[in-house]
């Protein structure tokens, strides 16, 4: 008879436990079986409280960073705490040779992202992984074989929206200061799968800069708190980004939905076009009644790419167990930060934003 060897399992501690950091921790315990959650780190008050009742006994709890890094026995850390921390915990996660995943974006401005860039650079042999969860989804990952596959002809536009269900309690009008803003938080996402489907080098007359100009407006229609901000956010964003070999991603981001969440994707081919998620619903069901015809819609980002923060834990443990390269690279987290980063301005400025030669915003006070 013979007996499997156990794979080795990733020692992984998990940073924030948090609207994202809670459900990647249940799937950590559940549904990563090449990993062991050995640490949470979280200083919120109750946050001790929540891992003892929801966390396996032999997860180590610690409120300090610090001692999470250098006691918590992990060999990567798994960041999802907000996004003006990212940084500094990446960075001195490296320092001490540890494997890192951080959920987008890296940091709220541009400098800071090339800092830790430059830092994950000169640890070549750890793995360093931005998982935007549109490239781990099944249908997203299916329409790129199609777009690969050239049967919908030259991909020449991307259009996208992602509308978020209202939230009485209106907790991202004070995240707003630390997630950089909506087009930072939100609409990095849609960079990002625009960049994914448009193959945005091809054709570029420079390849360090890919984008030629960007524009966008906003707008209050809810939470009017945010015009208060000392950084100024909306509620509603539509960006448009033109990229330096003529493709274009226009895009719309909300948080003012009342039905659900709602996030879909469309790509204009010279043949054809495909769309991904067109109608976000929870399931197939349709009820037929004295009010009309209707179907329930997805509450939330996290159900309807419930999969995709499985698909993406499970590629950053076989490729560090296994010495894999990654699908995704730091760079494109980069590129798609200095995009939002750009619209933001923006946004705020109420100018277009130009790129320069180097590739970079050129971002005027």
């Known amino acids: 008879m013979t007996v499997e060897t156990p794979k080795a399992k990733l020692k992984v501690a998990l940073f924030g436990v948090g609207r994202l950091g809670s459900i990647r921790a249940r799937i950590l315990t559940n549904f990563a079986p090449r990993i062991e959650l050995v640490a949470v780190c979280d200083p919120k008050p109750g946050s001790d409280k929540w891992v003892a009742q929801n966390l396996p006994a032999h997860v180590k709890f610690f409120a300090d960073p610090e001692d999470c890094l250098v006691n918590g026995g992990a060999q990567a850390v ?9 940084a500094p915990l990446v960075l001195r996660a490296l320092d001490l040779d540890l494997h890192v995943m951080v959920e987008k974006p890296i940091a709220v401005d541009i400098e800071t992202t090339r800092v830790v860039l430059e830092k994950a650079k000169t640890k070549p042999h750890l793995k360093f992984l931005v998982p935007f969860c549109r490239r781990f989804d099944e249908s997203y990952r299916s329409l790129k074989t199609l777009v690969d596959s050239g049967d919908l002809g030259d991909i020449h536009a991307v259009q996208t929206d992602c509308l978020d269900k209202q939230d009485p309690s209106g907790f991202f ?3 707003s200061e630390q997630s950089g803003g909506i087009f930072v938080d939100m609409g990095v996402h849609d960079i990002d799968i625009a960049r994914f489907y448009l193959d945005v080098t091809k054709g570029c007359p420079n390849p360090r800069k890919q984008v030629n100009r960007v524009f966008a407006v906003g707008q209050t229609a809810v939470y009017h708190d945010l015009n208060n901000l000392k950084t100024r956010d909306c509620d509603n964003g539509w960006g448009v980004v033109e990229f330096s070999n003529g493709k274009v991603l226009n895009f719309h981001i909300g948080r003012t939905l ?3 969440f709602e996030s879909a994707t469309r790509v204009f081919g010279t043949k054809g076009s495909a769309i991904v998620n067109n109608n976000s619903v929870i399931d197939r069901v349709e009820v037929r009644d004295g009010h009309g015809v209707r179907t329930a819609t997805t509450p939330d980002a996290f159900v309807l790419y419930d999969k995709s923060f499985v698909h993406d834990l499970e590629e950053f443990a076989n ?6 390269p990654l699908s995704l690279l730091a760079d494109d987290a980069l590129e798609a930060g200095k995009i939002a980063t750009a619209l933001q301005y923006s946004f705020r400025n109420n100018v277009p934003v ?11 006070a």
């Open 354 to 364: 130009l790129f320069d030669e180097e590739g970079n915003p050129v971002l005027r």
């Open 173 to 175: 009008v004070n995240f």
């Open 78 to 86: 798994l960041i999802s705490t907000a996004t003006a921390t990212h």
């Open 258 to 260: 009342t039905n659900g």
């Open 319 to 324: 490729c560090v167990l296994d010495d894999k």
